[in-house]
């Protein structure tokens, strides 16, 4: 089994930054990928980024509505998974979480039935 703990969520500006934390334990070294995905009110669960737990780091997926503006990081020796978010909008205002799995396929990192570990989730408001 492998634990999931999200923080940094909270209230920011339109345009502010925010950087999101998961904590990760138990068998992670079981893990092959780290997502971040988010749901918004009355709206689906969404892809945001992923990144390799034992690859390359220099391999990072992005949804296309959060390219060039959120950055995804790991930091494998505190089990952390990072999302910095910059120039934030109110549509980023969503229940923010992060998954892990087994498996690592680009066909499948997005969808969010490809992951079998959640977190809780950090709400993350924007205000115009």
């Known amino acids: 089994q492998v634990q999931l703990v999200e923080s940094g969520g909270g209230l920011v500006q339109a345009g502010g930054s925010l950087t999101l934390s998961c904590a990760l334990s138990?068998?992670?070294?079981?893990?092959?990928?780290v997502g971040w995905f988010r749901q918004a009110p009355g709206k689906e669960r969404e892809f945001v980024a992923a990144?390799?737990?034992?690859?390359?780091?220099?391999?990072?997926y992005y949804a296309d509505s959060v390219k060039g503006l959120f950055t995804i990081s790991r930091d494998i020796a505190k089990n952390t998974v990072y999302l910095q978010m910059n120039s934030l909008k109110p549509e980023d205002t969503a229940v923010y979480y992060c998954?892990?799995?087994?498996?690592?396929?680009?066909?499948?990192?997005?969808?969010?039935?490809?992951?079998?570990?959640w977190g809780q989730g950090t709400q993350v408001t924007v205000s115009s």
């Open positions: 998954a892990a799995d087994q498996v690592l396929t680009i066909a499948t990192m997005k969808k969010d039935s490809s992951y079998d570990y």
């Open positions: 990144i390799p737990w034992s690859w390359s780091a220099a391999s990072t």
């Open positions: 138990g068998r992670t070294f079981s893990i092959a990928v």
